[in-house]
């Protein structure tokens, strides 16, 4: 069964500075990873979808990479500012047609 | 990208009530809709699989008399909360699957439902 792990559960950095949010999963096998953000009480926002034959995609100041044999994602925020605090969640998709799985989600406060 | 309405955004209703959370694929179609439930500070968590036409799928742990779900057409799913307990209580967000190019897939997510139990 597929189980896909986030860490750190929080993180907290001053404005400005580079960070890394990590994910793991189990079987290597997947369809596609996507990395969402939400807002508390808010739903989710996709940032970024990387399919099983891609490495990394990269939005404005994020950039996500994949690595399918070690069963690892990164989501790497540039310059990172207060607006970019939320939840940030990773998910997998196992098999065209099954749903995503997600992490438990990375809390990330951005102080000013 | 394509959109996904979710309705009502917010419901409180009283114990042992039934409540109605409606999932609409606005500019695709969808033979098929996944419901997730989140509770607080929680990761979603996959509740069912809604195939247009045929039966949900249900994971383990998920009362199928309970979370009663209906994909009546291509555009519509609808979850059904009977005789609700403040225990459910809860965000349930629905999120469907659009194809394009006949075999690329990707799955977006409706703005959720809060649902509040008394």
């Known amino acids: 069964k597929q189980e896909v792990t986030q860490i750190p559960a929080a993180l907290s950095v001053p404005e400005g500075e580079n960070l890394v949010l990590n994910c793991s999963f189990t079987d290597s096998a997947i369809y596609n990873l996507q990395w969402f953000r939400q807002d508390p009480g808010k739903g989710l926002t996709s940032l970024l979808l990387i399919q099983s034959s891609q490495r990394e995609q990269t939005s404005g100041r994020l950039n996500a990479s994949l690595d399918k044999s070690s069963g690892r994602s990164t989501l790497y925020i540039a310059a990172s500012q207060p607006g970019d605090s939320a939840t940030y969640l990773c998910?997998?998709?196992?098999?065209?047609?099954?749903?995503?799985?997600f992490g438990k989600g990375t809390t990330l406060s951005v102080s000013s | 990208g394509a959109v996904v309405s979710q309705h009502p955004s917010r419901v409180i209703c009283k114990s042992g009530t039934s409540v109605k959370i409606e999932c609409r694929s606005l500019?695709?179609?969808?033979?098929?809709m996944f419901w997730y439930r989140q509770f607080p500070k929680q990761s979603l968590m996959l509740m069912a699989t809604?195939?247009?036409?045929?039966?949900?799928?249900?994971e383990q742990g998920v009362e199928k008399d309970k979370f009663l779900i209906n994909h009546a057409s291509l555009t519509l799913s609808t979850l059904t909360v009977t005789s609700a307990h403040p225990e459910d209580s809860s965000f349930y967000i629905c999120s469907a699957r659009e194809i394009k190019s006949g075999t690329q897939e990707t799955q977006y997510f409706g703005p959720g439902t809060r649902l509040l139990v008394l």
């Open positions: 500019d695709f179609q969808a033979t098929t």
């Open positions: 809604s195939n247009e036409g045929s039966k949900a799928t249900y």
């Open positions: 998910a997998v998709k196992n098999q065209a047609g099954t749903a995503l799985i």
